[in-house]
């Protein structure tokens, strides 16, 4: 799997009127350019990934490099990054497209292992003329092949192209073409299109939501506890059908709540031996996805831990890390509080654990 996934996130935004860099912008809850490497990441395709930006920022296992004046400098660098990597292929994207799929990935991928060049492409709806010297010609639509990114190439064909290179190209199949060398053009996706211009972010409705959720279990001897995804060291664990864990229960109930999809006895049914000792991360999962997959975003999860102990500023760090990478969401918009009863009754007594949580979620349509 010698693949790298290059992302070129430099350029200066001429035609997108902001202070902040295009490429920086909140979209759909995220900066523009982390929905490309977090699909780059789950598609599990890459051996590196290269993010070529001029902003200093530190993202896990993502390799971090300077861009250059223009987009095809940018490449450049990323290109001189990888030698002697042993490199086989590297697809090349802009940060300005975030909505491409895995799936466009995998084809990418299918394809490449019989070409030296594969990028995908749309038709145009639009009458086309072309004007040439003096003239203007009338195109067959059908014959305009509007490029997109990402785009995928044998590394050292492509590293060879862009040395040698001496025109201006704003794609790296440009460089196939003026070489004569073959490119083979796939279908792309319509909705993979590029945000140019401000505008292009707000296109889309968006609705906002909330969900409340609250849990409790009970504290038994000889079970472990597990809160927010992760076992705790504790003298005892939360009795229950599951693994007990209140803070996961309490999110999904938060979550079903923004849904409007009823709560998570309908979903995980006590009675059903079929989820008896389930892991709660497991429940959890089915509901981001359905979140995922219908354009919903979590914007904000506020969560209070009700306990005496365990002391929740010792753990909140490791919840929090479990809580963003089961939900696939950034840590700095989930927040832990600890809150103590006074020793009062069930819970002051370390017999119980409660948990209520708070989530807002939008809609993208
Ligand atoms: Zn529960």
Redesign the pocket.
């Known amino acids: 799997m010698n693949n790298c996934f290059i992302l070129l996130a430099a350029g200066k935004g001429k035609r997108f009127n902001s202070k902040e860099k295009k490429q920086f912008i909140n979209y759909k809850n995220k900066p523009l350019f982390m929905h490309s490497i977090e699909k780059a990441k789950k598609s599990k395709l890459f051996k590196r990934i290269v993010l070529v930006t001029n902003k200093q920022i530190k993202i896990p296992n993502v390799q971090v490099i300077k861009g250059g004046k223009e987009r095809s400098d940018s490449s450049i660098n990323a290109l001189k990054y990888l030698q002697n990597k042993n490199i086989k292929n590297v697809f090349i994207h802009d940060a300005a497209r975030p909505n491409f799929s895995i799936n466009l990935l995998n084809k990418l991928k299918k394809y490449i292992s019989k070409n030296k060049a594969v990028v995908p492409f749309t038709n145009t709806n639009n009458s086309t003329k072309y004007a040439y010297k003096n003239k203007v010609v009338n195109l067959k639509r059908q014959k305009v092949l509007l490029t997109q990114t990402p785009q995928c190439f044998d590394y050292k064909t492509l590293y060879q192209l862009s040395i040698n290179n001496k025109s201006s190209v704003t794609d790296e199949s440009a460089l196939f073409i003026i070489n004569n060398k073959k490119v083979k053009f796939i279908k792309g996706e319509e909705t993979n299109t590029k945000i140019t211009k401000k505008n292009d972010l707000y296109v889309k409705k968006i609705k906002n939501f909330y969900g409340i959720g609250f849990?409790i279990?009970r504290l038994v001897k000889n079970k472990k506890l597990y809160l927010g995804g992760i076992k705790i060291p504790f003298h005892s664990g939360l009795k229950?059908h599951?693994d007990?864990d209140?803070i996961l229960?309490c999110i999904i109930d938060a979550l079903l709540g923004a849904l409007r999809k009823k709560d998570?006895g309908s979903i995980y049914p006590s009675n059903k031996n079929k989820f008896k000792n389930i892991r709660s991360p497991k429940m959890l999962k089915p509901i981001i996805f359905f979140l995922e997959k219908n354009n919903y975003y979590i914007n904000n999860l506020d969560i209070n831990l009700i306990c005496e102990r365990p002391k929740v500023s010792k753990y909140r760090n490791k919840i929090i890390n479990s809580l963003s990478a089961l939900m696939n969401i950034n840590k700095n918009i989930i927040n832990l509080k600890g809150k103590t009863v006074e020793k009062l009754g069930l819970i002051g007594k370390e017999n119980a654990i409660a948990c209520e949580a708070i989530v807002s979620i939008n809609k993208y349509e």
Do not use: A, K, Y
């Open positions: 849990d279990h229950g599951s007990g209140v229960h998570i």
